[in-house]
């Protein structure tokens, strides 16, 4: 069995109830829906899933509202006639509740004052006193826009975050005007580089105009402070040590090839926990590359 599939179990009120095995637990939502309506085609569901995978975090996703689509066509496969297709949707009420409830109090979401703690370039910005604030609150506009939910990691200048559906994260980077030029050569080598993980929807908040092919660029009065956001494709593994064992020998070969192209455009910090599996093809894809200068 392939090293990406993943256990779960659909949980109804205290009750677990089936297994599944899937990629994601997205996929496995929909395996739940086929089964826990397949005697009545009409029911609706609410449940999440819980990933029950050996050595996983045995993390719950959703909660899910799950209910069969009749097809417009019916579609004949191995034999059978299917009419109905298994639909999971996550149920946002939760989170967006969790959302207006800081938003009442007057405050920012708890994982955008993460910025405020660790963002070393944030804090040691000199529009800091003046403009801090109000960029937070840039932020975090384009970040529930984005639907994101938890950290997922942090360095000197990026912020990753998880979204709602666990198919995608949000980068979020935080530079001085004065690098700009430097750090914005990742997102776009990333976009033209088939050997990366694509961005999608680059925003660009400054105080001056760039006018950058794919770009969008939001003229904000921040003072010096730069912010580049976009969003990419979650690998199924991160790390070339945690690539599946089939793939390995291909995927080190890879792995030396794309360096060392990288290597030659001025790209630096590319170890091997900056590379990811993906379901999709590309299956070996860089997530994170720096520019030299």
């Known amino acids: 069995m392939s090293s990406s599939k993943r256990h779960f179990t659909a949980v109804i009120g205290n009750k677990e109830q089936g297994s599944y095995i899937s990629s994601s637990p997205s996929s496995a939502a929909r395996k739940a829906v086929s089964k826990l309506c397949a005697d009545d085609k009409k029911r609706k569901v609410v449940f999440s899933i819980r990933e029950t995978t050996q050595n996983s975090k045995k993390k719950t996703y959703g909660p899910y509202i799950g209910y069969m689509q009749k097809l417009d066509k019916p579609v004949e496969l191995k034999g059978r006639v299917i009419r109905y297709k298994p639909v999971a ?7 967006l509740a969790q959302k207006i409830k800081y938003k009442q109090k007057g405050g920012l979401l708890p994982i955008v004052e993460i910025i405020k703690k660790h963002g070393i370039m944030f ?6 006193k003046i403009y801090g604030e109000f960029l937070l609150e840039l932020i975090e506009s384009e970040l529930i826009s984005r639907n994101i939910t938890t950290l997922l ?9 998880n979204t709602l559906d666990e198919q995608f994260v949000v980068k979020v980077v935080i530079i001085d005007e004065s690098i700009f030029d430097r750090m914005i050569k990742e997102p ?6 088939e050997y990366c993980n694509t961005p999608i929807n680059i925003v660009v908040f400054s105080k001056n105009n760039k006018i950058i092919d794919n770009v969008l660029n939001i003229n904000k009065d921040i003072g010096t402070y730069c912010v580049i956001i976009w969003t990419e494709e979650k690998a199924t593994k991160t790390g070339l040590e945690n690539f599946p064992s089939e793939v390995m020998f291909e995927a080190n070969k890879w792995y030396e090839t794309t360096r060392q192209e990288l290597e030659k455009k001025q790209f630096t910090d590319l170890g091997k926990v900056n590379v990811g599996y993906f379901r999709t093809e590309p299956h070996f894809r860089w997530i994170d590359i720096q520019p030299m200068k």
């Open 153 to 161: 990691a942090t360095g000197t200048t990026k912020f990753v975050y």
């Open 123 to 128: 804090g040691f910005n000199p529009s800091y």
């Open 89 to 95: 949707k996550l149920d946002k009420t939760k989170y």
């Open 188 to 193: 776009i080598e990333m976009m033209n580089n």
